[in-house]
């Protein structure tokens, strides 16, 4: 039994920071590929940004090249979503996602999924 979990979502101010979380049991996210998705009403969920099994970071979002970072903490089996310099339109529900794999590629099957987690970038 595969469980992902995210967490760290939640009301922030535009140009604010905020740190998401995708904790995994039952699956060892170093051996495999993680993606944060992000889906705003009304809008197609879209990949955000990716990992690969080696570490490497894939952006498949411009909106948030050079301000969003994924890492992953392989002693806690959890990969994080840094997010820097927050707007409005970066408001969503979040989601982390995984399979196993070695190399993010975009249009991806992903077999485990999280709940997600809000972000709302307001003032």
């Known amino acids: 039994q595969v469980q992902l979990i995210e967490s760290g979502g939640g009301l922030v101010q535009p140009g604010g920071s905020l740190r998401l979380s995708c904790a995994a049991s039952g699956f060892t996210l170093a051996y495999g590929v993680t993606t944060w998705f992000r889906q705003a009403p009304g809008k197609e969920r879209e990949g955000v940004i990716c990992?690969?099994?080696?570490?490497?970071?894939?952006h498949y979002t411009y909106s948030v090249k050079g301000r969003f970072t994924i890492s992953r903490d392989n002693a806690k089996n959890t990969v994080y979503l840094q997010m820097n310099s927050l707007n409005p339109e970066d408001t969503a529900v979040y989601y982390c996602?995984?399979?196993?794999?070695?190399?993010?590629?975009?249009?991806?099957?992903?077999?485990?999924w999280g709940q997600g987690t809000q972000v709302t970038v307001s003032s």
């Open positions: 996602a995984a399979r196993r794999d070695v190399l993010c590629e975009a249009n991806s099957q992903y077999p485990y």
């Open positions: 990992i690969s099994q080696d570490g490497y970071s894939t």
